[in-house]
């Protein structure tokens, strides 16, 4: 198990990402807005910024099967299984959603370009 508070956000980050390459469900302690803590196994489908700035994961909840988003800041300590995932993705809309006070960040890279990379791209993008 690995503690948030121990490593970077990068660090923590990066990490989810190799998870999602790779198809590899996370377990999280996750505090909920309400300070409320809870512990779920999740399968990682993409990562997006609010307006706001947070990173926020997108996930399948095992327990459940529904899709959740999860803010990264409010990660308190996550654990990568070596197993497949095993629920199903929603399949994506023809029309996206109308949503407000989201911004869409593009970073384009090759096909092989490593995880930590594509974290860098990622963060040089938010920057600009």
């Known amino acids: 198990m690995r503690h948030t508070n121990r490593e970077t956000s990068t660090t923590t980050l990066t990490r989810l990402i190799k998870a999602l390459d790779a198809k590899h469900p996370v377990t999280i302690t996750y505090v909920k807005a309400d300070g409320t803590t809870t512990v779920r196994t999740i399968e990682l489908y993409d990562v997006v910024v609010s307006a706001a700035g947070d ?13 959740r988003s999860f803010r990264l800041d409010r990660l308190v300590s996550y654990t990568t299984h070596r197993s497949a995932y095993v ?14 006070g989201l911004v869409t960040v593009t970073v384009l890279y090759p096909v092989d370009c490593p995880a930590v990379a594509r974290v860098q791209l990622l963060a040089d993008a938010l920057a600009a």
């Open 55 to 67: 990173i926020l994961l997108k996930a399948m909840d095992r327990e459940t099967g529904e899709s």
């Open 87 to 100: 629920v199903a993705r929603p399949a994506a809309d023809d029309k996206p959603a109308r949503t407000t």
